[in-house]
């Protein structure tokens, strides 16, 4: 049945069969996309490893050939969400376009991708925020204990109505991107760096199919790989995506979904690209391959940030750091409890819909989904703990256990790579579902350019960046290359594909009923009702 179909004369309860519609509007659906993506991270993070592994001083390049590819996505995915509007976004339109086996499977790939994410930026929050502690004010604090506070309070605040997480990643990502702005804008007054602004190095598209030469600019650099540069530039926007799954709780999603999409897949692209060229403009060439090879990557954006903006601005930047982790998290385990939610409220057992599938009846919240998000980040982060470990090399070539890593290498990358992969496997789906449901099943009328040609392109783009991520898998992994998780990453995202594939054959032999209505719980007035 549609999410609004149940009727009531009790406010309580109608709340109760739906989350709260009209919670947010088009800002705050953006704000939480972007979060999601989380600039300062991605930023901070990424652009040294594609420096110094990848593209070199081209990686700017490779984020703005990201940005084309990703907007044709755009275009076709937010063709869909011009006529569904579902909580299970991916979902919901890989089953109104490919039909209820494919959508089953593909949901809970996504749904998997994003509860790993959860997990993934709790790892990189920790350890930033063990980093800042010890260097602004001395303190050790234990990366596993701020783990878990921050997975507590990410499970409070969404207990709540989600105008209020909204209101927070719209203060948390106002303070990121105008750090990164300052510093930016900075290199530009002060004319660029040693080798001024290097824009025909940097920006010009073809840079970033180039590989960092051996021993560029007279660096001990290896040779890199473009593939990497180009891969760490699509990893930087996962989460754009996550526009549809606030449908239901926006206000005019039709309107605002579409809107929010595009805008936050260009505005991300263009930040993307400026931000990291005026990073490696205000370093040099020699300097900003030198250090980001070196032991200290993340000086790229810290000395820069203490040369033009002084030593206080770089405790507000590693601070910054922190929360934009705890941000991200935040929108990811938004994203992972409505995806819950979806599925939850389509299963066969009336048990599972009410609590699962049910809703906060003051809030509207999905506060049961959020609460089994949050036990499951809990259990990943303690098995990260206390089950694996990082080993660096010393000085003689020994390894050596560096407990001190394993949120970041471990928790952070290793989930981070496993969620990417996966989400980028569900993007291919979706780019075939748009295609399948306007030209194929031809539901609605479509447009050629954004409904055909962008989906087509966009589709075969993602399969080529999840290619790209199994051919440098090894490299991608770093000190996590030789983990068992590593190891058993690829067969974790098909036994998670298979099993949704198996649980809708079932459901479609044993309770056709129920697999009717898979992925077809949107909201009434976008409510599709074609066969599959």
């Not at 959860?118 to 502690?133: H, K, R, T, V």
């Not at 804008?185 to 824009?199: E, K, R, T």
């Not at 609590?355 to 959020?370: D, E, F, L, Q, R």
């Given at each position: 049945m549609g999410a609004d179909s149940a009727t009531t004369d009790d406010p309580a309860a109608a709340r109760a069969n739906g989350l709260k519609k009209g919670s947010i509007g088009i800002v705050a659906v953006i704000f939480m996309a972007v979060a999601n993506a989380a600039p300062i991270t991605a930023m901070t993070g990424n652009v040294p490893i594609a420096v110094g592994f990848g593209n070199g001083l081209g990686a700017p390049a490779g984020f703005l050939f990201a940005t084309i590819i990703l907007t044709l996505f755009a275009l076709g995915y937010v063709a869909m969400a011009r006529h569904i509007t579902t909580t299970g976004a991916f979902y919901g339109f890989i089953s109104h376009g490919l039909g209820q086996t494919w959508g089953m499977a593909s949901g809970m790939l996504a749904t998997f991708a994003y509860v790993v994410f959860?997990?993934?930026?709790?790892?990189?929050?920790?350890?930033?925020?063990?980093?800042?502690?010890k260097t602004i004010f001395n303190v050790d604090v234990p990366w596993l204990l701020i783990a878990v506070v921050a997975i507590v309070a990410i499970a409070v605040l969404c207990y709540f109505d989600i105008s209020l997480t909204a209101a927070i990643l719209g203060v948390t990502l106002t303070a990121e991107v105008?750090?990164?702005?300052?510093?930016?804008?900075?290199?530009?007054?002060?004319?660029?760096?040693?080798?001024?602004?290097?824009?025909?190095?940097?920006?010009?598209?073809?840079?970033?199919?180039?590989?960092?030469?051996?021993?560029a600019f007279g660096t001990a650099a290896?040779?890199?790989?473009?593939?990497?540069?180009?891969?760490?530039?699509?990893?930087?926007?996962?989460?754009?995506?996550?526009?549809?799954?606030?449908?239901?709780?926006?206000?005019?999603?039709?309107?605002?979904?579409?809107r929010a999409t595009i805008i936050a897949v260009v505005g991300l692209g263009l930040f993307y690209t400026f931000i990291s060229a005026m990073v490696i403009a205000g370093n040099g060439a020699k300097t900003s391959v030198e250090t980001s090879i070196s032991a200290s990557p993340l000086d790229l954006f810290f000395?820069?940030?203490?040369?033009?903006?002084?030593?206080?601005?770089?405790?507000?930047?590693?601070?910054?750091l922190v929360i934009g982790s705890f941000a991200c998290a935040l929108a990811f385990h938004n994203a992972a409890s409505r995806y819950l939610y979806a599925l939850g409220r389509e299963m066969p057992s009336e048990k599972i819909?009410?609590?699962?599938?049910?809703?906060?009846?003051?809030?509207?919240?999905?506060?049961?989904?959020?609460?089994?998000?949050?036990?499951?980040?809990?259990?990943?982060?303690?098995?990260?703990?206390?089950?694996?470990?990082?080993?660096?090399?010393?000085?003689?070539?020994?390894?050596?256990?560096t407990p001190a890593l394993v949120p970041y290498v471990n928790v952070y990358g290793l989930l981070a790579l496993i969620g990417t992969a996966a989400i980028l496997l569900v993007q291919a789906i979706c780019s075939a579902a748009v295609i399948w449901f306007f030209w194929v099943k031809k539901t609605h009328r479509?447009?050629?350019?954004?409904?055909?040609?962008?989906?087509?392109?966009?589709?075969?783009?993602?399969?080529?960046?999840?290619?790209?991520?199994?051919?440098?898998?090894?490299?991608?992994?770093?000190?996590?290359?030789?983990?068992d998780v590593f190891k058993a990453a690829?067969?974790?995202?098909?036994?998670?594909f298979l099993i949704g594939l198996a649980y809708a054959v079932w459901l479609r032999t044993a309770k056709p009923t129920v697999y009717a209505e898979i992925g077809r719980t949107v909201m009434e007035d976008a409510h599709e009702r074609t066969d599959a």
């Open positions: 959860e997990g993934s930026l709790i790892g990189g929050c920790a350890y930033f925020a063990n980093d800042a502690l105008l750090i990164l702005l300052a510093l930016a804008f900075s290199v530009i007054f002060s004319g660029g760096g040693p080798d001024g602004l290097m824009l025909d190095q940097t920006v010009l598209l073809n840079n970033a199919f180039e590989s960092l030469p051996a021993g290896a040779a890199g790989s473009m593939a990497i540069g180009l891969f760490f530039a699509f990893w930087s926007w996962v989460g754009f995506e996550t526009t549809a799954v606030y449908g239901e709780e926006s206000r005019n999603p039709k309107k605002i979904i579409p000395n820069l940030v203490q040369a033009n903006l002084g030593g206080v601005l770089l405790d507000v930047y590693k601070a910054l819909k009410s609590t699962v599938g049910g809703t906060h009846p003051t809030h509207g919240s999905p506060y049961i989904a959020s609460t089994i998000q949050s036990v499951i980040t809990l259990l990943i982060v303690l098995a990260f703990a206390f089950f694996t470990a990082v080993q660096v090399p010393d000085a003689d070539g020994t390894p050596v256990d479509g447009n050629v350019v954004t409904t055909l040609l962008c989906p087509l392109v966009g589709g075969v783009a993602m399969l080529y960046v999840v290619w790209l991520l199994w051919d440098n898998r090894e490299f991608a992994a770093g000190l996590a290359a030789k983990s690829p067969y974790m995202i098909l036994a998670v």
